[in-house]
């Protein structure tokens, strides 16, 4: 939604603002809800995959949720902007974030799970940067009611691509979970990787 209105606005050089942190605060809302659930089924996944490790795991990345769904608007902002350049330097950060974090997980002998962890430090780490590059304004937004404006569009435009989405990152995962529940967490992960 961010990425296709953005650039809309763009053309006809209107503010973008609204339109990002309305973005921002929606995502926020319900991002903070999925890492909810995340970390309330830490447990119960764990006992189902018969894996203490996998449960700390999901600990570790429910924060990183939050943050990857801010990160995805500003970088939808970003190439709806035309900042291309931008985008693709954001892009390799979080490439060299990950691989930084794996260093640190490797070099401080830190346990299996807290693999976990990479995706949130990353993600953690690249916000800053990106609300940096976009800077969006939430003095021009706040008390105008520009914002709430764009929640119905932002969930209007979202909810018609909401059940492909999730059928296809489940059909993607599938075999990850089915796995779990047969081999060990080590198999899994080097299955993972490969794919």
Same mark, same amino acid.
């Given at each position: 939604?961010?990425?296709?209105?953005?650039?809309?606005?763009?053309? #006809?050089?209107?503010?973008?603002? /609204? %339109? &990002?942190?309305? *973005? =921002?605060?929606?995502?926020? +809302?319900?991002?903070?809800?999925?890492?909810?659930?995340?970390?309330?089924?830490?447990?119960?996944?764990?006992?189902?995959?018969?894996?203490?490790?996998?449960?700390r795991g999901l600990v570790l990345v429910a924060p990183g949720i939050i943050a990857f769904a801010?990160?995805?608007?500003?970088?939808?902002?970003?190439?709806?902007?035309?900042?291309?350049?931008?985008?693709?330097?954001?892009?390799?950060?979080?490439?060299?974030? #990950?691989?930084?974090?794996?260093? /640190? %997980? &490797?070099?401080? *002998? =830190?346990?299996?799970?807290? +693999?976990?962890?990479?995706?949130?430090?990353?993600?953690?780490?690249?916000?800053?940067?990106?609300?940096?590059?976009?800077?969006?304004?939430?003095?021009?937004?706040?008390?105008?009611?520009?914002?709430?404006?764009?929640?119905?569009?932002?969930?209007?435009?979202?909810?018609?691509?909401?059940?492909?989405?999730?059928?296809?990152?489940?059909?993607?995962r599938v075999d990850v979970v089915t796995l779990s529940y047969f081999v060990s967490d080590r198999?899994?992960?080097?299955?993972a990787f490969a794919g």
């Open positions: 939604s961010v990425q296709k209105h953005a650039a809309e606005l763009d053309r #006809v050089e209107r503010s973008d603002d /609204a %339109l &990002i942190v309305s *973005a =921002l605060l929606l995502v926020g +809302v319900t991002a903070t809800a999925v890492a909810v659930v995340v970390l309330w089924a830490a447990r119960p996944m764990a006992a189902i995959v018969g894996s203490p490790e996998v449960g801010w990160n995805k608007v500003l970088f939808g902002a970003l190439n709806g902007r035309g900042r291309l350049r931008t985008y693709a330097v954001m892009q390799m950060l979080r490439a060299a974030l #990950v691989l930084a974090a794996l260093f /640190a %997980l &490797i070099a401080f *002998a =830190l346990p299996g799970y807290a +693999v976990g962890g990479i995706f949130a430090l990353a993600e953690l780490m690249l916000l800053p940067c990106l609300l940096a590059a976009v800077r969006p304004s939430w003095q021009t937004v706040r008390g105008t009611g520009a914002g709430r404006a764009w929640w119905r569009r932002h969930v209007t435009f979202g909810g018609r691509g909401l059940v492909n989405g999730i059928l296809l990152e489940t059909h993607l198999a899994v992960g080097i299955y």
